[in-house]
Every structure is written in structure tokens, then in C-alpha cells.
């Protein structure tokens, strides 16, 4: 099935720095790949997503990349803020019924961002 | 309503048993899923219904059991637990099943804290 790899697993940066979440798959057939923000003890949030027809989205502070030939995604994070803290994960599902995440999100392993005051 | 609502918050069971958990939304919402996470760890996906049939199921064990009575509610009945099922069941919802169309987000409820004794 889909496999989705996310690096780095932890990241610290002092407030106002940026910080680069990297994500690839392996199924060439997914094209939505959303980021969720989880903060301690409450829901996933969708932060961001974007499509495979598209390269780049961005929402103010925070702007996804997309290189569907190398098959990886990145979460760009400008200005961090001490309330950008939390935990991270991206994902991937397909949109054809042969792809091998087909009606479910395959989600990476998380990265946890500290942003110091 | 733009929530996904889940009961119980909290839920302490033995081994012996018998217990469920709840899902409601009412945003319309043709697609729900439910997922299993531990500590720091990504969701974990277990079921998906499209329409009110079962339409995933990730080789989960038999012990746990979803229901689908109508398009808002979804059940998880749980029977002869494990201590390691102690985890964060989450319930999610999407438009249509998430890859169809273009109505890809997934919304999560808060999610029920399950501890096994």
C-alpha cells in the first residue's frame, strides 16, 4: 500500500524563524496530500492541502509545495509564533480507484515543532 | 453544524466488557471513518463507511465492531479489549469518500481516551 515517510520526527526553532516539514510517497496515484496540526490532547486540524495539479498553496504565514515527479510535499511555516507548537503530520490518498490509498488518508510519522519564545 | 461530536470523552473498561462508542455529525456528510492513535503516533486508520456501508475495514479485530445506523451517527462497540487497545479513538467525517471529487477534507471529532484495565 501507500507509504508516506515525514522528516524531520523533531524540529526546534526560535520564534520567528521558519520551519520546513518534508514529506514523500511512494503511490504515484495519490493526489491530495493535506497536513494536519495536532496540538496536545485535542483533534487533528487541517491546516493545509493541496492537489496534484497544483505546485504550490499558500495561506498566510504557512505554504505547501508540491513535486508529484520526485513524489514529496513540503510544509513551510514562516514567522513561527510560540502557538505554532505542536504536532504535525502529513498525508496522502488517491483519487483512483486502483491507487493503493484509495478512500482513507495515509498519514506519515508526525513531526513535533517546538517554537521558542 | 461544523462539528463531529464523539461520546464518551473519557472511558475506563476491564477486559470482560462491553462498551460503545459514539460518532455524530450533521454536516451532511456521506463518509466517515474511524481511527485508533496512540501516544505520538499518526491516527491510525481502523474503518470507513461510504453511504452507510462498510466500506474499509483494516484487517481490524473482531472485538471491535462499527455500526453505521444512518448517515450522521457511527458506532465502535467494543467487547473483550486488550490492555494495549488503550489508545484515542477518533471518528472523522468527509463530504464523500475522501480521493472522490473534490471535496477531499476530512473533519475529526475530539475523540474518546479508552483505557483498558
Known amino acids: 500500500g501507500e507509504n508516506v515517510e515525514q522528516h524531520p520526527s523533531t524540529l526546534s526553532v526560535q520564534e520567528g524563524d521558519s520551519a520546513v516539514i518534508k514529506c514523500t510517497y511512494s503511490?504515484?496515484?495519490?493526489?491530495?496530500f493535506p497536513w494536519y496540526k495536532q496540538e496536545l490532547g485535542k483533534r487533528p486540524q487541517l491546516i493545509i492541502d493541496?492537489?496534484?495539479?497544483?505546485g504550490e498553496k499558500k495561506d498566510q504565514r504557512i505554504a505547501v509545495t508540491l513535486n508529484k515527479t520526485a513524489k514529496h510535499f513540503s510544509l513551510h511555516i514562516t514567522e513561527t509564533q510560540p502557538e505554532d507548537s505542536a504536532v504535525y503530520f502529513c498525508?496522502?490518498?488517491?483519487?483512483?480507484?486502483?491507487?493503493?490509498?484509495?478512500?482513507?488518508?495515509?498519514f506519515g510519522q508526525g513531526t513535533i515543532l517546538t517554537v521558542h519564545p | 453544524d461544523t462539528e463531529v461530536t464523539q461520546t464518551p470523552k473519557h472511558l475506563v473498561m476491564g477486559m470482560t466488557n462491553k462498551k460503545s462508542l459514539k460518532c455524530e455529525q450533521h454536516?451532511?456528510?456521506?463518509?466517515m471513518y474511524w481511527y485508533k492513535q496512540k501516544a505520538k503516533k499518526p491516527p491510525e486508520l481502523m474503518f470507513v463507511?461510504?453511504?452507510?456501508?462498510?466500506?474499509i475495514n483494516e484487517s481490524v479485530p473482531s472485538r471491535f465492531s462499527p455500526e453505521c445506523p444512518n448517515s450522521s451517527l457511527l458506532n465502535l462497540h467494543l467487547h473483550a479489549l486488550q490492555p494495549e487497545d488503550s489508545a484515542l479513538y477518533l471518528c472523522?467525517?468527509?463530504?464523500?469518500?475522501?480521493?472522490?471529487?473534490?471535496?477531499?477534507?476530512?473533519?475529526f471529532g475530539p475523540g474518546t481516551r479508552l483505557t483498558v484495565l
Open positions: 472523522a467525517s468527509s463530504q464523500v469518500l475522501v480521493g472522490q471529487g473534490n471535496a477531499h477534507e476530512q473533519f
Open positions: 503511490d504515484s496515484a495519490s493526489n491530495y
Open positions: 493541496i492537489r496534484s495539479n497544483v
Open positions: 498525508a496522502a490518498s488517491s483519487a483512483y480507484a486502483g491507487g493503493t490509498s484509495y478512500g482513507k488518508l495515509t
Open positions: 454536516m451532511g456528510h456521506r463518509a
Open positions: 463507511y461510504s453511504y452507510e456501508k462498510l466500506s
